[in-house]
């Protein structure tokens, strides 16, 4: 029997997914933190989802063929989808991780779970019990706890800086790309819509893409620029966002979005293992409220 046949089988994959795909995002932190001054943000987005589109579109070639026509009839929802999803939560990303901070993004990006589980409760009409509501709220203790490095007084000490509003942008369109994913019914699989989507993502990036490459001051393309882009593309890129959509169709928006309070912690262990950062009593604290509350707001 195929690993996915059955509805149950596809559950199991997808419980065990959630918890996965956050590490996988996290490498983008090391990617947005490495890549000025070696590639511009737009062209190491187009990169990276040109990349992940092709590799998607080749193993889901022949489901593609055969829904081209409702594909390039919704062809619209896919550009929106590419240009929040591929432009906004890439391109901009980068952008910000320029000049704001780790701490800011994480703390920023610790809001859009809940936009996600609201907009699924009111946009969408999903069921929210009172158990993942407390482990929302439980989830969300341990990521403040790890963002202030345990010093809750930190907060009133956060300085804005332009990079916060890119930040901003991106936390508000991975909700509205999350919701829309489940709103918009797709008879595409996890693969073929993923690949869709990085279509329409490729089509939106290329005229920004273009017009950092007439910029006099742009760096040079280099094999770094190549390793950073191949990164992006197949962990926080391929990986990462087909996982998302499977376990968003499976579990349901709001109950996966819950897995985006492991974003912190995964990074700071990323920090500490990749870039010989301090792993601090914050993170171990964080952990003890991060992953019991994932648990309560991810059961059925």
């Known amino acids: 029997m195929p690993l996915l046949e059955t509805p149950e089988s596809r559950y199991r994959l997808a419980s065990w997914l959630m918890w996965v795909t956050p590490a996988l995002w996290s490498v983008n932190y090391i990617v947005a933190r490495t890549a000025p001054g070696i590639v511009e ?57 320029q000049t704001t901070t780790a701490m800011n993004i994480a703390l920023i990006y610790a809001a859009s779970p809940v ?119 197949l962990l926080p890129g391929l990986g990462a966002y087909w996982a998302y959509g499977f376990c968003q169709k499976v579990l349901g928006a709001s109950r996966v979005a819950a897995s985006l309070y492991l974003g912190p912690l995964y990074g700071g262990v990323t920090a500490w293992l990749v870039l010989d950062e301090a792993m601090g009593w914050h993170h171990l604290v964080g952990a003890a409220l991060i992953l019991p509350g994932i648990y309560m707001a991810s059961r059925r």
Do not use: N
Not at 59 to 66: D, K, N
Not at 147 to 165: E, H, I, K, N, S
């Open 41 to 97: 943000a737009h062209a190491l987005a187009l990169g990276r989802w040109a990349l992940a589109g092709a590799i998607l579109a080749f193993i889901a070639r022949s489901e593609l063929w055969r829904e081209r026509r409702s594909t390039l009839a919704h062809g619209g929802r896919y550009l929106v989808l590419g240009a929040l999803g591929m432009l906004v939560c890439g391109a901009w990303v980068y952008l910000g991780a």
């Open 115 to 233: 936009l996600i589980a609201l907009g699924a409760v009111i946009w969408l009409g999903e069921r929210f019990a009172w158990r993942q509501g407390l482990g929302v709220l439980v989830a969300m203790a341990g990521v403040f706890h790890v963002v202030v490095q345990g010093q809750w007084l930190a907060l009133g000490q956060v300085q804005w800086v332009a990079g916060d509003g890119w930040i901003v942008l991106a936390m508000v369109a991975w909700a509205a790309y999350a919701l829309l994913q489940k709103k918009w019914a797709s008879p595409l699989g996890a693969t073929a819509r993923l690949a869709a989507i990085c279509m329409g993502g490729v089509l939106v990036l290329l005229p920004f893409t273009l017009w950092e490459y007439q910029q006099a001051d742009r760096p040079a393309w280099s094999l770094q620029a190549t390793g950073l882009v191949m990164a992006a593309g």
